[in-house]
């Protein structure tokens, strides 16, 4: 069974242009997650989809970002335009259980914005 | 409101000795806890978890870990630390009846190191 992949594993823009992360989960499951974790801090919830539908978007800190799972297959996550704040390490997730299951992880999307 | 405190950010162990990485979480209602682990340049995997019943609970690669309710605390352990158990730990909480939060809130991570 081939696990959660992202994709670029780094990306490093300047301040003002755009980028966009994706990540296909694995199959089946229904439960997407996205996560950042900022150098020196802890992970932090972006948001959640369940299919296509945006269950929880709580933790999307602005505008400027924006998720999409069209289709309830793999998403993607566009940060326009990306702030040196942005810089970090955004992991997607996945699960079949919304509700006790654990996490499959990706490796993680490193953005680096100068 | 909830969270997760790691209180150490490194720990330093030799091989063949047990490791405890420490967890303590603050949540409102019953807790779901988690373990994660990190290696370099990898995703975070699964270690275990504690939903409810035995307080004692075993993982992937020889882990454990120990609920605590009044100490509201969830020590992750192994008896004999090997080198290859060098990764970054984190430790994370989820609100029982959360009903459609399904986040989890993680701690800030520990880094164990295993000396041969």
């Known amino acids: 069974e081939a696990g959660v992949t992202q994709f670029p594993s780094h990306s490093v823009i300047e301040k003002g242009q755009t980028v966009t992360l994706r990540c296909d989960p694995i199959?089946?499951?229904?439960?997407l997650y996205w996560y950042r974790r900022v150098m020196g801090k802890e992970i932090k919830f972006l948001l959640h989809f369940v299919k296509e539908s945006k269950q929880d978007e709580s933790g999307m800190p602005n505008n400027r970002f924006l998720a999409e799972r069209t289709g309830g297959t793999y998403s993607t996550l566009k940060v326009q335009p990306a702030e040196l704040e942005d810089s970090g390490v955004y992991f997607c997730?996945?699960?079949?259980?919304?509700?006790?299951?654990?996490?499959?992880f990706g490796e993680g999307s490193r953005l680096t914005v100068l | 409101a909830q969270s997760v405190a790691q209180p150490e950010d490194q720990v330093n162990v030799a091989e063949g000795n047990p490791l405890t990485v420490k967890c303590t979480y603050s949540?409102?209602?019953?807790?779901?806890l988690f373990w994660y682990v990190q290696y370099p340049n990898r995703g975070l995997q699964f270690l275990l978890k504690?939903?409810?019943?035995d307080n004692l609970v075993k993982g992937s690669y020889g882990f454990e870990a120990e609920f605590n309710k009044s100490q509201t605390s969830f020590h992750l352990k192994k008896p004999s630390a090997l080198v290859s158990d060098s990764a970054l730990y984190f430790c994370?909480?989820?609100?029982?009846?959360?009903?459609?939060?399904?986040?989890?809130?993680w701690g800030l991570g520990t880094s164990l190191a295993v000396n041969p």
């Open positions: 949540v409102s209602g019953n807790p779901y």
């Open positions: 504690y939903i409810t019943g």
């Open positions: 199959s089946g499951h229904d439960n």
């Open positions: 994370a909480v989820r609100e029982f009846n959360a009903g459609n939060n399904r986040k989890l809130i």
């Open positions: 997730a996945s699960s079949r259980d919304r509700y006790t299951g654990e996490l499959f």
